[in-house]
């Protein structure tokens, strides 16, 4: 079975600009979650989605929104980027999303902003 | 809030030698703790979890932890450092009860492990 997709693998944006990053869960998978790691920082949580619903959100700015589509794969939109957004953003899913159920991780995003 | 410190961004050891990283919670509720492991380049792959078992866990590639409430500590350890141990390993926490944390993960800054033949 396949894990967890995320695309692209890489991709540069300018100040200012528009992304879209997407993730698709391992099959049977309702919950999606997203990371931000920035270099030589420990992964920080920006939103999960259970079943299509927000169900948390981190301490990012409204210019981060995500949104979780019926075949439970999942969309991190960020607005208005910065310098600051460059990291890599990684995608989870679970099957529940509760506490003790396992959270596996795509390989992620590397979003460079210039 | 729940927290999660790992003492030592980097720590050195010797193939064969002991491998013990250190990692402290700060938890309002019982909590369920995590180690992941991420190699260069790729996501993270867990290596083991603590869901209120036993407090001593055992996870792949012969690595284990052991759960100290007392301590509000979840070390982890493995016998033998390997070569391919070499990565950088992170400690998580997540918040058992419900509502808006509930399957949130937060980490630790992190350890990178270097071993040396």
Known sequence: DAGVTQSPTHLIKTRGQHVTLRCSPISG????????QVLGQGPQFIFQYYEKEERGRGNFPDRFSARQFPNYSSELNVNALLLGDSALYLCASSW??????????????????V | AQSVTQLGSHVS???????????????????????????????????LKYTSAATLVKGINGFE????????????????????????????????????????????????????P
């Open chain 1, 29 to 36: 998978h309702k919950s999606v979650s997203w990371y931000q």
């Open chain 1, 96 to 113: 529940q999303g509760n506490g003790n159920t396992e959270a596996f991780f795509g390989q992620g995003t590397r979003l460079t902003v």
């Open chain 2, 13 to 47: 050891v010797s193939e064969g030698a002991l491998v013990l990283l250190r990692c402290n919670y700060s938890s309002s509720v019982p909590p369920y703790l995590f180690w992941y492991v991420q190699y260069p380049n790729q996501g993270l792959q867990l290596l």
């Open chain 2, 65 to 116: 932890a052991e759960f100290k409430k007392s301590e509000t500590s979840f070390h982890l350890t493995k016998p033998s450092a390997h070569m391919s141990d070499a990565a950088e390993y992170f400690c998580a926490v997540s918040d058992r009860a419900g509502g808006t944390s509930y399957g949130k993960l937060t980490f630790g800054q992190g350890t990178i492990l270097t071993v040396h």
